[in-house]
């Protein structure tokens, strides 16, 4: 149990596109959801944590204009890396929490590389 | 400030040896405690969580970790390591209450000799 499911694995796109990323919970219901970033050889450093029906909660330094999360239903968190450049280039993973209190259960990542 | 410090980069073992990750935390209070496993291009597997209760922690893959809240230390050991075994393994700390953000440590990564 507690799957999450994250899409798409890898991605390469040109500079100045946007790049949609998902994170669904496959067998429970996940009120909240967190989105990570992980440069080669260190750890994850959280972006935002997506709230169902509300806006995210973003770390300090990131940018919410740069990184649209949108989390519409119970089992779905979405990341849309908006006008993305080289830089942005790195390892997105996400998580999901089944509730208060519960252990956050994770995705595969998904490899983003923008040329 | 709350911090994770997990003090070895990287550590080769035998198979069959022994192994202990050792992670330290800084936290107000008694946090959540969580060990993760990393493989290559992969997202986080959890080994074992630790959240109130006996301090010594059973998880998957015949991995164990132990609670000192005097030594503000949550180590991982494995009695006797496989090859499969190798992997990044990463320590996290979790605040109580609506956040329950985690806090990662850098990162151990284990390397398992024939």
């Known amino acids: 149990g507690a799957v999450v499911s994250q899409h798409p694995s890898w991605v390469i796109c040109k500079s100045g596109t946007s790049v949609k990323i998902e994170c669904r919970s496959l067998?429970?219901?996940?009120?909240?959801m967190f989105w990570y970033r992980q440069f080669p050889k260190q750890s994850l450093m959280l972006m935002a944590t997506s709230n169902e029906g509300s806006k995210a909660t973003y770390e300090q330094g990131v940018e919410k204009d740069k990184f649209l999360i949108n989390h519409a239903s119970l089992t779905l968190s979405t990341l849309t890396v908006t006008s993305a450049h080289p830089e942005d280039s790195s390892f997105y993973i996400c998580?999901?929490?089944?509730?208060?209190?519960?252990?956050?259960?994770f995705g595969d990542g998904t490899r983003l590389s923008i040329l | 400030a709350q911090s994770v410090t997990q003090p070895d980069i990287h550590i080769t073992v035998s198979e069959g040896a022994s192994l202990e990750l050792r992670c330290n935390y800084s936290y107000g209070a008694t946090p959540y405690l969580f060990w993760y496993v990393q493989s290559p291009g992969q997202g986080l597997q959890l080994l074992l969580k630790y959240f109130s209760g006996d301090t010594l922690v059973q998880g998957i893959k015949g991995f164990e970790a132990e609670f000192k809240r005097s030594q503000s230390s949550f180590n991982l050991r494995k009695p006797s390591v496989h090859w499969s075994d190798a992997a990044e393994y990463f320590c996290?700390?979790?605040?109580?209450?609506?956040?329950?953000?985690?806090?990662f440590g850098t990162g151990t990564l284990l390397a398992v000799q024939p």
């Open positions: 067998d429970f219901q996940a009120t909240t």
């Open positions: 996290a700390v979790g605040a109580r209450g609506a956040t329950n953000k985690l806090i």
């Open positions: 998580s999901a929490r089944p509730q208060e209190g519960q252990p956050q259960h």
